[in-house]
């Protein structure tokens, strides 16, 4: 298939890029800067000039490719939401009837569960999720009527010395001397390798059921401290404990995302996909892997 593919200069892009090519795809990739242009063409892909806000060229290539998959998000842009509506409203527009479409969404709709496992069933809603412009994305892409939806919520991805939030934890451990966990750091949660993730969109695009919502995440749940610990034993720092107010001086509204523990059930997409996450667990790769090159 030809794939037109948004977001293929970023972490997760990057690496789904990669997977789709070798598994014969070719792939258009939405660029909007020369430094994205060289890295999707470095990595294979034909790249298409233009961003987010560009409908028309987000339509035409959605016109000129067999399925879409949309991977660009930035979760710290609080004007997103306006950004993502009119960009999926062109892509799906411009997709045949049956044709996939991949919506990547996150673990992070779900409602703080503590320690209990969620599932596709459990009900999200924008004032329950942190990420409240991923529900109605979700609910958009869903409502279509015409192409083969799939949403995939990815847990904490993780691998390659990538994802913002361990890089963060990493980086401020390096500079404070610690990695700090809030409260007993007990709160778990689950997590997923960029390339288990990526093996996921590639059999969710060859199967292409539609409005189907499948959990992305390893059968391995982690907490909080452990991760911490792991941090700091890459850093060669300590992990310490931090009051919720502490860590609200410091991350602002993130510190209650931190403590936050809905661990994802992934049954669905093993069953429907027979996915079978391989990659090294989430602590491994900390401690003894890719992180201690990043």
């Known amino acids: 298939m030809k ?90 527009a411009g997709l045949r009837p049956g044709e996939p479409f991949v919506y990547t969404s996150t673990g992070l709709v779900y409602p703080d569960s503590r320690g209990l496992p969620v599932d596709e069933d459990t009900p999200v809603t924008p004032e329950n999720s942190p990420q409240p412009y991923k529900v109605l994305g979700e609910r958009q892409v869903l409502a279509a009527e015409g192409p083969a939806v799939t949403v995939i919520r990815a847990a904490l991805i ?8 361990l890089q963060g934890m990493i980086a401020n451990a390096r500079k404070g001397g610690v990695a ?52 700091a034993h890459l850093t060669g720092t300590r992990a310490r404990s931090i009051a919720l107010e502490e860590a609200q001086r410091t991350f602002g509204p993130f510190a209650e995302v931190l403590t936050r523990s809905s661990p994802l059930d992934p049954s669905r997409a093993e069953r429907l996909f027979d996915w079978k996450p391989a990659e090294p667990a989430l602590l491994d790769d900390l401690r003894t892997g890719t992180y201690r090159g990043a």
């Open 3 to 92: 794939i037109f593919l948004t977001g293929a200069s970023g972490y997760l892009g990057g690496v789904l890029t990669e997977h789709l090519i070798g598994s014969g795809h070719r792939v258009s990739a939405l660029a909007r800067s020369r430094a994205a242009r060289d890295r999707v063409t470095a990595l294979g892909a034909e790249a298409v000039p233009g961003g987010l806000a560009d409908t028309e060229t987000l339509r035409l290539a959605a016109t000129e490719a067999d399925a879409v998959v949309h991977a660009a998000v930035d979760f710290t842009d609080p004007a997103m939401r306006e950004l993502e509506q009119p960009a999926l409203a062109a892509m799906l």
């Open 180 to 231: 700090t966990y809030i409260g007993d750091g007990g709160n778990e949660w689950s997590s997923v390798h960029v390339d288990d993730l990526a093996r996921l969109y590639v059999a969710a695009l060859t199967r292409a059921e539609p409005r189907l919502v499948v959990n992305a995440a390893s059968r391995s749940r982690t907490g909080m401290r452990r991760i911490a610990e792991a941090v």
């Open 158 to 165: 993780y691998g390659r010395g990538g994802s913002g939030l």
